[in-house]
């Protein structure tokens, strides 16, 4: 019993000294990042590369799940006999919750882990020591870029995400399900304003940058051994994965407030 | 003096159009070695490893989106004064859609990379060479009893998806958003049946399934090779497992429900 406590205990406190290892590591990183000389225009060449990397992957996840939140939606809303309702409400869904929320699941599975698997190599082929060596940050110059390009591309993807979601939505709805082209078209401005897309798009970049932590330092921090790249890639999908869950929950609560409605939007 | 640039894009081109055709062949070939029956031990143990592995990131996963989906829902729902309606809405979506697709890509990001990773290393290391020349089938003796396992471990992973979310969406409901105890866990009920149970077993079973083969296609026969390729291999079934979720979750969910809607 005693050694079941222990070990739930032991797991807690690795789960808080991971923490606050990723948060100093972001700390220095993204601070001396943007201190290196052209540190920007790494970021966004590295928000480039991520892009691309991530884009196929986000628009063939999102949409489905569009064209998903459109059927079930009906299967609801027909019973009450208000179709009316539905682009509206898609809408309001998919910018708020839906093309954030996978986008950056999306993102960290396949940006977070390229990005821990490159570092992780650099670690294993002691590119990241000659740095230091040669008295440099690698800190700053391989990880900073990397973070900070990745709170970049997080609202590029996710603009990506509404227009594949929407898409999504709208076959399902108008092609599969006859609900009127116009009555969809008209009833999408409804659903949102201007301030619903900024906070969606901040969102993922808030995101972003932690997933980028998460996943530099797991390359920064990795077992030099081949089985070591993999599992710290690994590590950090599953990490980013369960803080993109987590920090959504939290940043729901800071913008709504304790008692939901707090602030109106 | 071609391009190399041209070059490197035919080849691209070409392998993305050949990859169906090359993991359909092996889904055959792989299900054929999974019928045939695996060694039971192996399969034993690989579905308790898959669970120990899977389900305590699947119930942090879904437990935090149910929560999440909750404060989100009774924001959206405050103008209309019925934050318990938030407890439906959740109860609705969360059990029906997003807490499945959750556990797959849970599943995927954890015991799809783990298997990919295993079997890309069998490769790199020439132990499936080894088996053939001894013989022996690596597919009925790798594959089979991973997909076994994906297969089983599936719904049970989608069953506590559903349970978790909704203990989420209910502490949060109660202790967050000060909602009736009894109201919201009857909120979160109302709108479900036992046939959203059953087609979320129906949905654990397809979701493990494809994650068990993507992860083994990825691992076992993607044209790959050298140390670095193990970390790829299993980048690879994360991903590419989470976009065949979403995908199959659309299908199963406009297959069943889409006939509900018809024959109501």
């Known amino acids: 019993m005693i050694g079941i406590l222990r070990s739930f205990g032991r797991g807690a406190v690795d789960v808080v000294r991971a923490f606050g290892r990723v948060v100093a590591f972001f700390v220095v990183a993204t601070m001396q990042g943007l201190r290196e000389p052209g540190g920007l225009a790494a970021a966004v060449q590295q928000a480039i590369i991520l892009t691309s990397r991530c884009a196929l992957p986000v628009a063939l996840v999102v949409g489905p799940i569009g064209a998903m939140l459109a059927l079930q939606s009906l299967t609801l809303i027909r019973t009450f006999g208000t179709e009316k309702q539905l682009a509206p409400l898609a809408a309001a869904v998919i910018i708020k919750e839906l093309a954030p929320g996978f986008c950056s699941v999306v993102v960290a599975m396949q940006g977070g882990a390229s990005i821990a698997a490159e570092i992780a190599a650099m670690r294993l082929a002691e590119e990241l020591d000659a740095l230091e060596v040669m008295g440099l940050e690698p800190r700053g110059l391989i990880a900073g870029p990397r973070i900070l390009g990745a709170a970049l591309a997080g609202p590029l993807l996710d603009t990506l995400a509404i227009v594949m979601g929407l898409t999504g939505a709208y076959l399902m709805a108008v092609l599969v399900m006859d609900v009127p082209h116009t009555m969809f078209i008209e009833g999408l401005a409804d659903g949102f304003s201007v301030k619903d897309l900024l906070l969606s798009e901040l969102k993922t970049s808030i995101f972003g940058l932690g997933l980028g932590a998460i996943c530099a330092s797991a390359g920064f921090n990795c077992e030099r051994t081949t089985v070591g790249v993999g599992a710290a890639a690994n590590t950090a999908v599953v990490a980013s994965v369960v803080f993109v869950l987590a920090a959504n929950y939290l940043l729901n609560t800071a913008l709504f407030g304790l008692r939901g409605g707090g602030v109106q939007l | ?217 990825e691992g076992f026969a993607a044209d790959d090779s050298g140390p670095a390729s193990v970390g790829r291999a299993a980048n690879r079934a994360v991903i590419r497992g989470m976009i065949f979720v979403c995908s199959a979750s659309l299908t199963l969910s406009m297959l069943i429900y889409g006939q509900l809607l018809v024959n109501e």
């Open chain 2, 1 to 217: 003096m071609t391009d190399p640039r041209i070059a490197r894009l035919t080849t691209t081109i070409s392998t993305a159009l050949l990859w169906p055709l090359r993991f359909g062949a092996f889904f055959a070939v792989a299900m054929k070695a999974a019928v045939s029956g695996p060694p039971a031990k192996d399969t034993l143990l690989l579905t308790v490893r898959l669970l120990v592995r899977s389900l305590p990131v699947v119930l942090v996963v879904t437990f935090f989106s149910g929560a999440m989906l909750t404060v989100q829902a009774a924001a959206s729902m405050a103008s209309f004064g019925a934050a318990s309606m938030s407890g439906l809405i959740v109860g609705f979506g969360g059990v029906r859609e997003v807490f499945p697709l959750l556990a797959g890509g849970s599943m995927a990001a954890r015991t799809g990379a783990e298997l990919a990773s295993q079997l890309q290393a069998m490769r790199v290391t020439r132990q499936v060479e080894a088996l053939e020349m001894m013989g022996l089938d690596p597919l009925r003796l790798l594959v089979a009893p991973r997909l076994i396992a994906c297969t089983i471990g599936g719904p049970l992973c989608v069953i506590a998806a559903m349970v978790s979310g909704l203990v989420g969406a209910q502490l949060v409901g109660v202790f967050q958003l000060g909602i009736d105890r009894g109201a919201m866990w009857d909120a979160l009920l109302s709108t479900l049946g036992t046939i959203d149970v059953m087609v979320g077993l129906v949905k654990g079973v397809f979701l493990g399934l494809i994650v068990g083969v993507v992860a083994c296609f």
